[in-house]
């Protein structure tokens, strides 16, 4: 999992991993496949079934595997005809959180291999804890990396993560660095 702050490169971290940036020096090995959930997720106009296969093979078992893993089992038996029912714009729509879930198992299902890797660049600071191994950046770099316990010991404020809200507005921080 990768803590990253505002305009600390999430974007370009992301370009680089999927090799879309221009590389000037260095190598990038990856000995899998690799799928990107955007926060801001597409639904196609279409059954969830096949916003979540994208023409695939249908292997029953990993398919409902895959929705387990993603929280997505329990959005279909809420829906008229399951996961064929039609969702999209001229559909169903789907809440933002139920579209969430959909990206989330569509990227899964197309990367599923024996240890799924997940990456999460920022806003889910609440699942820190549960990451096998935690980035923390800062103005491009790499500020400290290790466990979950091993980058609190190095930031032990007891503010580490905390959420207010001010105007309105919910602030995170991380440590002592603000993040909107």
Known sequence: MIVIKGGSGKSSLINAILGVMLRCSGSLEIDTRVACVSHDNWILNTTLLANILFEQDYGTSKYFQVLTASR?????????DGDLTKIGERDIN???GQSARVANTRALFRTAVAQ???????DHYDLLGQADHVVMMRDGVI????TYDEVLRQFPNPAYY???VEGGKKIQSFGNEPVV
Not at 116 to 122: E, H, I, P, Q
Not at 143 to 146: E, K, L, M, P
């Open 72 to 80: 997505l089992a329990n959005d279909p038996k809420a829906l008229p």
């Open 162 to 164: 905390s959420a207010s």
């Open 143 to 146: 500020a400290t990396q290790g």
């Open 116 to 122: 799924t890797r997940l990456l999460v660049l920022y």
């Open 94 to 96: 789907l809440s933002g």
